[in-house]
């Protein structure tokens, strides 16, 4: 089993920057994927960012390319996510997801693992 903890959601006027954390423990050792989802309302969760836990190759939904980071620190078991220049239709809760199945990186039914996720706003 591993656990996510996600942090660093808020408000945030649009063009400007957000970190968002995913904290993971148990069972990490198996992780392949690390990655965040996010939904917004009325709408299905869909991918943003992944990472591979060894390697650290990256991935990104062709929305956020170019604005959005994705990183991570294996000393600290921890994925980020840096946010900039972000825009109103960025507001959706973020999912931080693990998965140890090494398979389509960007489908929600990869991942077995789920945070319970953080708000993010952005104001226009």
């Known amino acids: 089993q591993v656990q996510l903890v996600e942090s660093g959601g808020g408000l945030v006027q649009a063009g400007g920057s957000l970190r968002l954390s995913c904290a993971a423990s148990g069972r990490t050792f198996r992780t392949y994927f690390m990655g965040w989802f996010r939904q917004a309302p009325g709408q299905e969760r869909e991918f943003v960012a992944t990472?591979?836990?060894?390697?650290?190759?990256?991935y990104y939904a062709d929305s956020v390319k170019g604005r959005f980071t994705i990183s991570r620190d294996a000393d600290k078991n921890t994925v980020y996510l840096q946010m900039n220049s972000v825009k109103p239709e960025d507001t959706a809760v973020y999912y931080c997801?693990?998965?140890?199945?090494?398979?389509?990186?960007?489908?929600?039914?990869?991942?077995?693992?789920w945070g319970q996720g953080t708000q993010v706003t952005v104001s226009s």
């Open positions: 997801a693990a998965s140890d199945i090494y398979t389509d990186y960007n489908r929600e039914s990869t991942y077995n693992y």
């Open positions: 990472t591979t836990w060894v390697g650290g190759s990256t």
